[in-house]
């Protein structure tokens, strides 16, 4: 067995000794940045304000990533492999396509037994968060992407519930000639995609066309998924400085495998293999996952139209949006047939409908010596399952869809009416915003042999935000600000009780106070430097109560303390070499004590410490490239009594190479990438509180991908 510290290899260590940073954004100034520092570094956001900023200028922790770092000799499968060069964020490939990544902002969300709650997600200004705060970032298309733009502390929470940080995804807008594009890629464990897109504009009309299928056998023991994902966008430009947009996207993932979590014991015995189950006495070496088939179905549609329309320097933007999504999920039980009437069974099966809308309207109005702008908005959504739960076993025969024991309908809903004002003067920015959320949970129990669960619970919370800049030179800003944010128990998390049965209607919601002070500063033309301490205190904050089987019930606890600092130096050097670094330090801690845990334990699922590092190379021609990358994150806890033994630390090197070529119409492009080049041998990611004490989610080796693509322009 390798040895397991948080340690930085050389090159780790080279890096973070050397001024490194690589632009994560868009190599060119936008057009009305000409009073700004003059750096290509400094990219146009609209996270945060909801209209077009600086990100120089924003008093937010803004990063954005650009189309160059998402698609890096990647084959665009897992936002997490280009989300790693954001600073204050967390997101984890669990090597389990069954429950998607695991995303963390500032410890918020680091908890999720699946999908991504405390951090809004959002694509094309469509929530692929739910009202209830629960998302999935398995429906971003990163095929299509331009850019995706991460807001953390304050400023995340004019988002709303569940707002810890935003992740939101700007597919590229048509343009320029038709062209076509095929892009496939294969790799280590199966790995296999197959990418086809179309695109262009002619006149005020404009589309892009995308379907892609991807597939692999999995680096864990049942662990093989085949997803496909379609995508559409279409854009009239119906006159001077008006936009109709329409979306569509779709996602399928049939009979995905899920190799769920394991014990310390079995990681370190073979991180490959599954946890075998005891219990059964037909097949001794059985696991788990293979005893019960473990597995989700997913089918996934969604369609979004809005409108954007300026008046001169006010603007107006309409969206609505609607969707569906179906899942069907297998679980394990190792008690199996003797679950309690209580139980709710081991099948998963809903039909969500979902649809919203957010309208809001900005103007811009001189005030005093300076301009006042003011955002005035209104955002609803509404989601609708109709829920049924089935004992997963027929006889002796597990894994199959048994007898009913849950049918229920259950309606989740949220308006928020919000507003935002910005007055700039002279070199000072102030900001001040204001939001409304009320959020609504009903359930109408349908299955009443073990009871009536049926019942509702409303939330509503108030968040105001304060903040300010100041221009101290045209090369250094410094800002502060300071904001109230909540989460509401997600429907999930509202299922279970700690017992077992029924809903769990008495959980509260969570409050925080966050506060933050940063400073921008443009070292160089090409080198920026971005810096923010922070502190979040919480009260209430939602933990597991208990986690078995993929059934996971929570408890509010006590208060919670998040402080830290984060920091990112981009920089083009000379030569066509260009560096990025990304570094956090958080301590995350119980501030309180409570049942079981000590004051002063680490939140679980949160390192303390995480580092980014790139130094990369093309050519002046840009026919060539190559870089090497390092990720590192300290230790992880599993449980908040701090007992399980934590996921070791762990520092990877990462290289890639690639080619493009321009023929004629043609452009043709290859690349190579090898990830943990130094074969380390890691904990990916943790399962919080499981009660099995099979917290963990090993990671791959070594492994390699391989891509190529060619387009052609007409």
């Known amino acids: 067995m390798k040895q397991h510290v948080f340690r930085l290899n050389a090159v780790a260590a080279l890096f973070a000794a050397t001024p490194l940073l690589a632009s994560a954004g868009p190599a060119s100034n936008p057009p009305d940045a000409a009073d700004a520092p003059a750096a290509p570094i400094s990219v146009v956001v609209v996270s945060g304000s909801r209209s077009e900023h600086l990100s120089f200028d924003l008093p937010a922790a803004i990063?954005?990533?650009?189309?160059?770092?998402?698609?890096?000799?990647?084959?665009?499968?897992?936002?997490?492999?280009?989300?790693?060069?954001?600073?204050?964020?967390?997101?984890?490939?669990?090597?389990?396509?069954?429950?998607?990544?695991?995303?963390?902002?500032?410890?918020?969300?680091?908890?999720?037994?699946?999908?991504?709650?405390?951090?809004?997600?959002?694509?094309d200004g469509v929530p692929a968060t739910m009202p209830d705060g629960q998302g999935q970032a398995?429906?971003?298309?990163?095929?299509?992407?331009?850019?995706?733009?991460?807001?953390?502390?304050?400023?995340?929470?004019?988002?709303?519930?569940?707002?810890?940080?935003?992740?939101?995804?700007?597919?590229?807008?048509?343009?320029?000639?038709?062209?076509?594009?095929?892009?496939?890629?294969?790799?280590?464990?199966?790995?296999?995609?197959?990418?086809?897109?179309?695109?262009?504009k002619q006149g005020s009309f404009g589309w892009l066309l995308d379907a892609s299928r991807f597939e692999t056998d999995g680096?864990?023991?049942?662990?093989?998924?085949?997803?496909?994902?379609?995508?559409?966008?279409?854009?009239?430009?119906?006159a001077p400085g008006a936009r109709l947009t329409l979306t569509a996207s779709g996602l399928r993932q049939d009979d995905t495998q899920d190799p769920l979590g394991v014990s310390w014991a079995t990681w370190q015995r073979d991180p490959r293999a599954g946890e075998i189950d005891t219990t059964d006495t037909q097949a001794p070496q059985r696991t788990l996952a293979d005893r019960y088939n473990t597995r989700k179905s997913i089918d996934h549609q969604q369609l979004g139209l809005s409108w954007d329309q300026r008046f001169g320097d006010d603007r107006l933007h309409l969206s609505v949006y609607g969707g569906?999504?179906?899942?069907?999920?297998?679980?394990?039980?190792?008690?199996?047939?003797?679950?309690?009437?209580?139980?709710?069974?081991?099948?998963?099966?809903?039909?969500?409908?979902?649809?919203?809308?957010?309208?809001?309207?900005?103007?811009?109005?001189?005030?005093?010596?300076?301009?006042?702008?003011?955002?005035?908005?209104?955002?609803?959504g509404k989601s609708r399952d109709g829920r049924q739960g089935f004992e997963n076993f027929i006889g002796n025969e597990f894994g199959v869809k048994g007898k009913l024991r849950r049918d229920e309908e259950d309606d989740v809903r949220n308006v928020d009416p919000y507003l935002q004002l910005e007055w700039e003067l002279g070199r000072w920015v102030f900001t001040g915003g204001l939001r409304r959320s009320q959020v609504s949970f009903d359930v109408a129990d349908r299955y009443l042999s073990n009871g009536n669960d049926s019942g509702s619970v409303d939330y509503r919370h108030t968040t105001p935000l304060l903040g300010v800049l100041y221009k101290v030179t045209p090369a250094l800003n410094v800002y502060a600000s300071a904001a109230r944010g909540f989460e509401?128990?997600?429907?999930?998390?509202?299922?279970?009780?700690?017992?077992?049965?029924?809903?769990?209607?008495?959980?509260?919601?969570?409050?925080?106070?966050?506060?933050?002070?940063?400073?921008?500063a443009m070292l160089a033309r090409d080198v920026r430097l971005n810096a923010a301490l922070f502190q979040v205190r919480t009260s209430d904050e939602l933990v597991v109560d208990a986690s078995s089987g993929g059934r996971t019930s929570y408890r509010n606890a006590s208060a919670t303390l998040r402080q830290g600092l984060e920091l990112s130096l981009d920089a083009e050097l000379r030569a066509g070499f260009s560096a990025r670094v990304a570094a956090t330090l958080l301590r995350a801690i119980y501030d309180q004590a409570f049942t079981g845990v000590a004051e002063g334990n680490r939140l679980p699922g949160v390192p303390r410490t995480s580092l980014f590092g790139e130094l990369a190379w093309k050519d002046a021609g840009d026919r060539y490239g190559a870089a090497l990358e390092t990720v590192a994150n300290g230790k992880v806890y599993a449980e908040d009594a701090n007992a399980a033994q934590p996921a070791p630390g762990y520092a990877l090197v990462n290289a890639r190479v690639q080619a493009n070529q321009q023929l004629q119409g043609w452009r043709l492009r290859e690349y190579a990438r090898v990830n943990n080049l130094l074969d380390r041998t890691y904990i990916g990611s943790v399962i919080v509180g499981d009660s099995n004490k099979r917290y963990y989610e090993p990671a791959p080796g070594r492994n390699w991908v391989l891509g190529l693509s060619a387009q052609y322009q007409f």
């Open 488 to 520: 509401t128990p997600t429907l999930n998390e509202l299922f279970y009780s700690g017992s077992g049965a029924g809903f769990n209607f008495g959980l509260g919601a969570a409050t925080s106070t966050q506060l933050e002070a940063g400073a921008k």
């Open 63 to 123: 990063d954005v990533v650009g189309a160059e770092r998402i698609g890096a000799a990647q084959p665009r499968v897992n936002a997490s492999e280009a989300l790693a060069a954001v600073p204050g964020l967390v997101v984890q490939n669990r090597q389990n396509y069954a429950q998607d990544l695991q995303v963390s902002s500032r410890g918020f969300g680091a908890r999720s037994a699946f999908g991504v709650r405390g951090v809004k997600l959002i694509a």
């Open 324 to 380: 569906n999504r179906r899942v069907i999920q297998y679980q394990s039980f190792s008690k199996g047939f003797q679950a309690p009437v209580t139980h709710s069974g081991g099948v998963v099966d809903f039909d969500r409908d979902f649809y919203g809308f957010d309208a809001n309207w900005m103007m811009a109005r001189p005030l005093g010596d300076g301009t006042l702008r003011t955002t005035l908005g209104l955002e609803a």
């Open 219 to 238: 680096y864990r023991a049942h662990s093989a998924a085949t997803r496909d994902q379609a995508y559409a966008k279409l854009v009239f430009d119906a």
């Open 138 to 200: 398995a429906t971003f298309n990163l095929d299509m992407a331009e850019r995706i733009e991460v807001l953390r502390g304050p400023f995340s929470t004019l988002y709303g519930n569940h707002a810890g940080g935003v992740v939101q995804l700007f597919t590229r807008d048509p343009k320029g000639a038709p062209n076509i594009e095929l892009n496939v890629a294969g790799g280590s464990d199966g790995l296999r995609k197959t990418d086809l897109n179309a695109g262009g």
